[in-house]
């Protein structure tokens, strides 16, 4: 069964104070790993996919990278409007047929105080 | 920027009732899916739906559950009886292929009393 494990569950930094969230996972093969930010009430906002060790992504201030057993989303530099949810999922090859729904973690909840 | 549309945005409904979700797909979208997010819970994988039919469910897509994209547009998730444990927020989403990412709406909070 395919696992995601997100930490920490809460993080509050201070304005311009970088950070990292981790996502660890367990899957049988991975075909895309996925980080979303979730305001709340909303749903997810697509950030990045990553595909393979060693691949990383940036937007801003937000930079994910990916290894074989876990993905991290660094923060640089936060503002408050970077508050939000933050989703890691993973989507795992299909073993004959289906297989494309994500598999999602719990989130990091992230307060980016002035 | 296009957007996956939801509606409607809440709906209060009592238990046994049939409730309709309704979805507007991003319009190049070839891929669908629904998932479920209880309060406080991660987001849940329901179903996806390609070529005009299923090609994966959950555990959690029972019998009470059926999808249906009635006119090239329009998504619909149907929960033919609900049940209280049904409350929870509904998404769907949909990606124009299958590597590529998924766009989500913003949500339908159903709430069965």
């Known amino acids: 069964e395919d696992q995601v494990t997100q930490s920490p569950e809460a993080l509050r930094l201070q304005e311009g104070e970088s950070s990292s969230l981790n996502c660890s996972y367990t899957v049988s093969g991975l075909r895309g790993l996925f980080w979303y930010r979730q305001d709340p009430g909303k749903g997810p906002e697509f950030l990045f996919t990553?595909?393979?060790a060693g691949e990383e992504k940036e937007k801003e201030r937000l930079k994910a990278t990916l290894t074989k057993k876990e993905s991290f989303l660094h923060i640089t530099a936060p503002k408050p409007e970077d508050s939000a949810t933050y989703l890691c999922?993973?989507?795992?090859?299909?073993?004959?047929?289906?297989?494309?729904?994500?598999?999602f973690g719990k989130g990091t909840h992230l307060i980016i105080q002035p | 920027e296009p957007e996956v549309t939801q509606t409607p945005s809440h709906q209060v409904t009592q238990m046994g009732q049939e409730v309709i979700l309704r979805c507007v797909p991003i319009?190049?979208?070839?891929?669908f899916y629904w998932y479920r997010q209880i309060l406080g819970q991660k987001v849940e994988f329901l179903v996806s739906?390609?070529?005009?039919?299923?090609?994966?469910k959950s555990e959690i897509f029972d019998d009470q559950f059926s999808v249906e994209r009635p006119d090239g547009s329009n998504f619909t998730l149907k929960i033919r009886s609900t049940k209280l444990e049904d409350s929870a927020m509904y998404f769907c989403a949909s990606r124009a292929t299958a590597d590529y990412g998924y766009t989500f709406g913003s949500g339908t909070r159903l709430t069965v009393v």
């Open positions: 990553l595909y393979s």
């Open positions: 999922a993973v989507q795992a090859i299909p073993s004959g047929g289906g297989a494309d729904g994500l598999t």
């Open positions: 319009s190049n979208h070839l891929y």
């Open positions: 739906f390609y070529n005009n039919e299923i090609s994966e």
